[in-house]
């Protein structure tokens, strides 16, 4: 697992908001990350970190070309892991609720794709 430089996943983090239509400007898109990322710094985070999250997208750059609807796997890449209690059994649930809270009210994006995301974070149960 390669180290990921923070200033790398926020360049990432505001490119995916202006392609995928975020209204706001980029102010508004920093302020995003930061809320996305206070969930992932909690205390005692070890694998599900935001390295994770940086290793993930390494690895989706590599077949991103072969997908039909990118933008729908690269959001739920950023949120799959937002939520994680060691003890819950429900993580992924939690993680795909908070993601539909992010792109429907924070983003201002169509529900459409919010659902699109929730059931790929969903399905990221299945590999734990």
Request: hydrophobic share 40%.
């Amino acid at each position: 697992m390669r180290q990921v430089h923070h200033d790398q996943l926020l360049k990432r983090w505001l490119d995916l908001c202006r392609h995928i239509g975020v209204q706001r400007g980029h102010s508004y898109y920093i302020a995003l990350y930061r809320h996305l990322v206070h969930y992932y710094n909690h205390p005692g985070r070890h694998f599900h970190s935001l390295d994770h999250i940086g290793n993930c997208l390494a690895k989706f750059d590599e077949i991103k070309h072969l997908l039909n609807e990118p933008d729908v796997v690269e959001l739920a890449i950023w949120f799959h892991d937002a939520i994680y209690e060691v003890w819950a059994d429900d993580n992924e649930d939690r993680s795909a609720e908070l993601a539909m809270f992010f792109i429907v009210h924070l983003m201002g994006l169509p529900r459409e794709l919010a659902n699109k995301v929730a059931y790929q974070i969903q399905r990221t149960n299945y590999f734990s």
